[in-house]
């Protein structure tokens, strides 16, 4: 509730960060570092949680989905963490709205083949809108 969000990619102020996410180059959730940008990153909802039938590589927000996404939903609900209210809500969230992050975050097409139309408002859409251009003189990403 009162965590101070940091933007940023410095290794420096990175390694004072309690948790980090999407950037740093490394998952270790003891240390509750959540990147999936390393060459060797190939983790599933699947590998990581044998329970659940979904093979989709994890992004960021799967990862951090996966570890804390039933203790959140928990705590919202006011219901146990394994009962199987929350078990369906995790599952339902996940397969209907999280796995589609990861699977584009992650490059993976939605089908075989040449795309028959473009998907330009999907979550991912609308956050990547908030980053500066590529040649925008302007990098700063805080501005808003």
């Known amino acids: 509730q009162d965590a101070e969000v940091v933007r940023t990619r410095d290794p420096q102020r990175l390694a004072r960060c309690d948790v980090v ?10 240390r509750h570092r959540y990147d999936h940008h390393q060459r060797s990153f190939a983790e599933s909802m699947r590998s990581l949680r044998p329970d659940k039938p979904w093979n989709t590589k994890l992004s960021s927000a799967g990862l951090v989905y ?8 928990a705590a919202l609900l006011g219901q146990p963490e394994d009962g199987p209210v929350v ?10 709205f999280v796995e589609e ?7 993976i097409a939605q089908a075989e083949g040449e795309p028959r139309y473009a998907l330009t408002t999907t979550l991912s859409a609308r956050v ?8 925008d003189p302007d ?6």
Not at 128 to 135: A, E, V
């Open 21 to 30: 996410v999407d950037v740093g180059g490394e998952y270790d959730p003891e």
């Open 66 to 73: 996966c570890h804390f996404g039933s203790q959140i939903l």
């Open 87 to 96: 078990t369906a809500l995790y599952d339902k969230l996940y397969e209907n």
């Open 101 to 107: 992050i990861d699977a584009i975050d992650n490059g």
């Open 128 to 135: 990547g809108h908030l980053n500066p251009r590529w040649n």
């Open 139 to 144: 990098q700063d990403t805080e501005v808003g």
